[in-house]
């Protein structure tokens, strides 16, 4: 097949030019990236490797964010030992990965400090007829096999100088986000490169440079083809980043709503005002999220979700409707690629229909407080909250203090009253 020849072709010209490139060497004088900042087991863990005549590098995330002069949240650490000889190393080492090995070094607290070996992009054509998983690299294929620029940056401890096989430090300084080799080719490897660059970009505010940006246009489908369970991880990082909604701002701007959320990411496509109204509610999130607020997922995920349910169970109001029913079936009709598990799919609705009773109870003065006694009510007094104040207000029950200030008496208590028909009592 002739696309797959010509693949075949760039990859092979794309490793010649990486075997060939000297990279750009920063030693500890021209760059800001002191011992002192880094986190110290990760420290720990790369001068062991060192001592014992390993090359250490801290790489990717941490290294970009030290230079953004940002805190990184985890430490990767690439080297030339082998799994086998890490774990010897390290007695608190554990070597995880099916395909490719690699060691979890465990500290107190839950860090864990990742350690790999040198590894390189698998060559299908090779691997095929070697019959092998090994995929273990140099340092300059290491540098070229991962994602963009600012995450292919390497901090050496044997000489504490940045290793800069791939234009990084230019990009960190230019603050841009650059496909590593030739886009078409990465992004078909892995589609998911898509939204890792439009993650970045959101989070350090990067342009994205010509062929990185032009090449999603023309690869955007692809991403519907990775794993729902892959995306959905993605997904996840996303939805605590304090970053969620300018995310989703680049995710609609480049049109990949719609190969991630399905009917659901088209609504968002077709309707401009829902898509403005998902923007606040998500700004909500991020603003809950960067003052360390500790929303559940079903509460994050409820946000994203709002205008769309809202606007099916606009649509189904005629009395005994099987909300649940409905909202299920239309979920699973949605044919999103992202795989929400089904428990979750499940808090969301619940917690959602008791939203749309708030609502509409602050507009009637009329409320069912037998919802109360429903296992989500707590959560959609939460969200509720965060749809309409845009945070969460003070007390155990937002939505009640809402709705009691609006609608209280005289007395202070609530209003009341008997429906005449059926005699119940009317809580206002
Ligand atoms: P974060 O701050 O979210 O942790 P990160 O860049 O460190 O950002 P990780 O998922 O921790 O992201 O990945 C660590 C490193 O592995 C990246 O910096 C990048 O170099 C490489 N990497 C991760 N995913 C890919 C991918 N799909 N393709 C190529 N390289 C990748
Ligand atoms: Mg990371």
Partial sequence: ????????????????????????????????????????????????????????????????????????????????????????????????????????????????????????????????????????????????????????????????????????????????????????????????????????????????????????????????????????????KDMHSGFTGPLMGLMHHYGILPFILGDIGSFFEADSDSFTRLLSLLSALDASANAGGVLSQHERYSLLFWPWVKQILSDCNQRGADKIKILNDAFINTHMTVVVPKALRSNIIQTLIIVDYMLKAMETGRMRWSLKKRARYPDASRVYSLIVNGHILEGRDPFEKSFRRKYRTRTGRPRGGRNKKTNKRIDR
């Fill in 1 to 236: 097949m002739k696309t797959t020849a010509s693949l075949e072709k760039k990859r092979k010209i794309e490793k010649m030019k990486i075997e060939t490139r000297a990279p750009v060497v920063l030693d500890r004088a021209h760059h800001p990236i002191s011992r002192k900042k880094i986190d110290t087991d990760a420290l720990k863990v790369l001068y062991r490797l060192h001592r014992h005549g390993f090359k250490a590098y801290l790489v990717g995330g941490a290294v970009r964010d030290y230079l953004l002069e940002k805190t990184p949240k985890d430490f990767d650490i690439a080297t030339d030992a082998r799994p086998g000889q890490i774990k010897k190393l390290f007695a608190n080492a554990f070597l995880v990965g099916r395909r490719f090995r690699l060691a979890h070094i465990r500290f107190k607290g839950g860090k864990i400090i990742e350690v790999a070996t040198f590894r390189r992009e698998p060559d299908p054509a090779e691997d095929e007829r070697k019959d092998s998983n090994n995929t273990f690299g140099t340092p300059h294929e290491d540098a070229f096999r991962r994602d963009i620029t600012i995450n292919g940056l390497f901090y050496d401890i044997a000489t504490f100088s940045i290793i800069d096989y791939v234009g990084g430090l230019d990009d960190i300084a230019r603050l841009r986000a650059r496909i590593i080799g030739d886009p078409a080719n990465r992004y078909t490897e892995d589609p998911v490169r898509i939204w890792r660059v439009l993650r970045h970009a959101a989070r350090s505010n990067l342009t994205l440079e010509e062929g990185t940006e032009s090449t999603i246009f023309s690869h955007r489908h692809l991403v519907a083809t990775c794993s729902g369970a892959r995306l959905f991880e993605e997904l996840n």
